[in-house]
């Protein structure tokens, strides 16, 4: 038998704060036993759950592993534009002029993640 991924855990200063960022994001929720103030958070979402966990020390260097978006009921550009008003910032700019390429964004806190094409652009072109 093999092991699966149970969570992708993230170390951060804010656990709650930057689940709630991430609870958006990905169209999830804070678990019901996690609050403001507790030293870790729980988002369960339709496709991974993401634990966040507090740590002393902050981010330093560009992450090892980062996470890649690819939006379900919008474009690409539509969900930076969402993302950008839920509170992440503009890293890199990687789109192309034939619509081909992603947006490197950070959250809150400065974890690099990337949105993609969605399904529906890849399958047009």
Not at 7 to 36: M, N, R, S
Request: net charge negative.
């Amino acid at each position: 038998m093999t092991s699966l991924i149970r969570h992708v855990t993230i170390d951060c200063a804010d656990p709650y704060t930057l689940a709630g960022f991430w609870a958006e994001a990905l169209g999830g929720a804070i678990t019901d036993e996690d609050k403001p103030g507790d030293p870790e958070a729980l988002v369960e979402s339709a496709s991974v759950g993401v634990l966040f966990i507090r740590v002393p020390e902050g981010k330093d260097a560009k992450n090892r592993v980062h996470l890649d978006l690819q939006p379900q009921e919008r474009t690409r550009d539509e969900e930076v534009d969402r993302l950008l008003a839920l509170g992440a910032t503009l890293q890199g700019d990687h789109r192309r002029p034939d619509g081909t390429g992603w947006v490197t964004l950070h959250d809150p806190e400065g974890n690099e993640f990337c949105v993609e094409r969605s399904a529906a652009e890849r399958s047009a072109g």
